[in-house]
């Protein structure tokens, strides 16, 4: 739950545009609800029309019924992310983008199915490189918007079991660190978020139904509102708590076969 005091960093957002992906479930979610209760103007997209409807009913009732668009599309599929993006060119601009859908894999690589791994390469690297590239170059002459892209802890570091997912989310890192910089001197924010372990669908859906929660992990509302929160300070990375920067600053000082051997425990949790 976001704490009480200082909640000043929520004026940013008010009567601002925020275009979300990946609105429909866990992290994303959250953000909707905390953008809507800041006033924002919302376009979520998800895959999931039901839940997109259902969304639209709790938020709707906030007064901001107006102000709130869905769209349902699926990321892996590059010509409805283009026609979203031509769509929404020339209307009211975006002032706000969230790259938060992502989805992982967990198990050998060998074992994982080819679509598997190249549907991941589509929507968490070729989605928000059309998103960012549409978005971003009319943002230039708008200071005060901004893009807030939606890594993991693994941009840090690689785990045995996850390979092509930890990839995806290194190529995050090194995306939205460059994009920061070239975007510093027109005042246009760019964040990575890097959360750890967060409970939400994604374990559940990594695992193919295997496991559904994770033993230990973070609410999905204080990632959410931590890196919404990022956003508006320009921070170049948001870590969402001390565990995990400190496992993102171990990871780059241990030699590499040593982590890779211990630290970077595999992947799949153990069932119970
Ligand atoms: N949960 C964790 O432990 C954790 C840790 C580190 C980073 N992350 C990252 O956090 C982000 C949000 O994940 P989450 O934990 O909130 O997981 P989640 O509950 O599974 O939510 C994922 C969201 O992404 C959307 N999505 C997935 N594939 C899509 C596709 N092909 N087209 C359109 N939308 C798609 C889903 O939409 P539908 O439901 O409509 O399919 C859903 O809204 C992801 O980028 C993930 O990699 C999560």
Known sequence: M????????????????????????????????????????LI????????????KNELGPQGNQAALETYCLDLENGEEVRELCRSLQVRDPVDVLINNAGFGYMGDFVSMPEETGLAMLKVNMDAVVLLCRSFLPLMKDRPGTGVLNVGSVVSFYTIPGSAVYAATKHFIIGLTD???????????????????????????????????????????????????????????????????????FVARLVPIRFFLKTAAYRAVPKEK
């Open 2 to 41: 976001a704490p009480a005091h200082n909640q000043n960093w929520k004026e940013w957002y008010q009567g601002k545009t925020v275009l979300l992906t990946g609105a429909t479930s866990g992290i994303g979610r959250e953000m909707a609800r905390i953008l809507a209760g800041c006033g924002s103007r």
């Open 44 to 55: 979520l997209c998800g895959r999931n029309p039901e839940a997109l409807a259902a969304l």
């Open 178 to 248: 460059a994009l920061h910089q070239e975007m510093l001197p027109y005042g246009v924010h760019v964040t990575g978020l890097y959360p750890g372990r967060t409970h939400s669908r994604f374990l559940s859906r990594a695992t193919n139904g295997a496991l559904q929660q994770w033993h230990r992990a973070a609410d999905p509302e204080d990632v959410a509102w931590i890196g919404l929160k990022g956003l508006t300070e320009n921070k170049v990375r948001v870590l969402t708590d001390w565990p995990n920067a400190a496992k993102a």
